[in-house]
């Protein structure tokens, strides 16, 4: 007799979807959407229809194994009592020989999104001042754009999307990355909106749009500069919000006037008359929205971009009305509410780091590039755990990251696979699937909170995050109390109830467990900034921003110069995401594997003709990282001088397509992420045909 759970998608994707889960003697039979789930409807993508695969996967490690020689495969299968023990020794052994922890780092981020796998943040935050490594690689750059425009960063909830009559679509594709969200931009069109898409594909979110404009890739930041002078010059812009609500705007309205549109129209590739044409439309129909992809702010210049593109909004006083604002991904807005990520708050890393911005805690901060200047720390890194990425298969120059990550005596990677970057662990912990223990999950989309029932028992030793900390750190009291304050009593539903107690009101609820029967959401606004009120340093929309003023970053939102592509490498890659994978995740399913035909490299047909390449045909795909081969498809959705293909993407010799990005920064994210981000966008390659 087949019983039925309550569980959610905890992939990195803004819907957090709740599911059913059938389960038979003790096996998952079926999973499917959860029709009372008020945003999505019960309707989930492949990639939750496939979550079953994952569990069952064959490649799940089952027991802690451990490796004789990094990247060796000489692995041995060990007990936790063992692993927790070496490991906790290791720890010591630092603590003693150091004198600090200073050589213990950690990376990990949302590979679950469970709020109890942030008791690895606990964990490390518990050991004091640790090495940290600040930023994120998704979406520093535009946090900091968003918190310097406006001093916080919000967002209005999703379905407030389907108020506006105008919808920007700038730089994203959510008909294959945030499906339920098209069903609010075809409401708002079937009640007359207008939708607009830019970028520099024509994706499938395009065909669906009323039109669609081609830009150049990092030309957004010109083209949102050339679209403000053209509003300025017709007088399409909300004086009344100008005058008493921002600051700066004088300084803003001056740089506006040195801005050439015929430079805008030749950087976007975007004719003259079609920059009056989407201007006047932002101009003259209100509400207008902008979703914001955060493709856009993967580049050199992708937080100014940002910046620029939210002070569209600004101009036409699209600000703190329903229909209105800007979307775009925010966790923030819930840890700024002081009511989010609890668990991690009294032991949280980030909390930590924020004090220690300000000279308090000792951390020592090491940004993105942590592994591109190892040899110059001192006290050297000797110790790195790894929990929710896959920094190999997905951080640039993946062979400097291997190199140093064999340079640190002691990798520990928590896993479900023998990922790219558990292969150069020397320990690797098997971490259950999301359907094996209880948690509960917080959109960081539409901020519905769901629980995930625990469904099934554990696959074969396999621990929680939590269950993992909470092990090894039993084991260093043992060994020397003291090291670690992660407290030792109380199991998960004590945690989670003990989080609870300031969450239920938030969320309208009396027991986190009450989520298995009532959908809730977190209480904020639909509607952000509706009070006008910024916690900016001047206390209003910033043009010119103090903080950036204060953190030596140009403080008007002024596009940064781009790099272009060279004759020895012509092609701009671009790595999205495709409608199956997401990251590196769930690119290990054949099934999901053979319905998009990956991996291939899309590319125009007018380039196949000038590299001799035929549809199918094996292509080298080369600069001056590396190499991949990739079999070739062509497509009329991207122009010629760009190549295409998918993140987590890897090639018949198992080469990473990150192995061609090599590391640059984006122009922010330093300030309130503590790194910049990682400008993706920024690749060039040449194509050979193989054979
Ligand atoms: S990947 Fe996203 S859309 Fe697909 S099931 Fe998971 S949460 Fe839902």
Redesign the pocket.
Known sequence: MAQTYCN????D?????R?LTDVADSRIIGIK?DPRDPY?RGK??????A?KELVYSPDRVLYPLKQQGKGSGNWQRISWEQAFLEIGNKLVGIAQEYGSLLPVSMNKFLGTTGLLSQSVEGFFSSLGPITALMGNPCVSAGTDAFILNYGALKKPLPEDMKNSRLILIWGANPAWT???QMRYIFEAQDQGAIVVVIDPIFTSTAARSDIYYRIRPGADGDLALGLAKILVEENLIDHEFLDNFTFGWPEYRDYLETVDLNQVSSSTGIPLAELYELARLYGTIKPATIRLGPGIQRGPSGGQNARIIDCLAALTGNIGISGGNVHYTSYEQLLHAGKYGQLRLPYGIRQGLSENNEGNTGHRILGTDWYTHLDTLDPPLKFLWVAGRNPVAQDPDPAQLIQALKTIDTVVVAEQTLSATAQMADYVLPVSSPFEFEDVVISFWHYGAAINQQAIPPLGESKSDFAIMHGLASVLHQLKPGLSSFPLHGDPRTWLTQEFTSLNDFLGITDYRELAHNPARVNLPAVPWQDRQFPTASGLYEFYSFTAAFHQTPPLPIPVDQPVSSRSYPFRLMVSRSPIT?NSQ?YTIDLLRRLENLPLLLIHPDTGKQKNLAEGDLAKVYNEMGELELPVSFSLSLPPDIVLTYMGTEDIHNTLINTLLSFESTDLGQIFSGSPGIAYNNCFVNLVKMG
Request: contains cysteine; glycine residues 8%.
């Open positions: 959610v998608c905890t992939a994707c803004p819907a957090s979807c599911l959407g999505t989930i993508c492949a990639k939750g229809y979550l945030a499906i339920h997401l769930f």
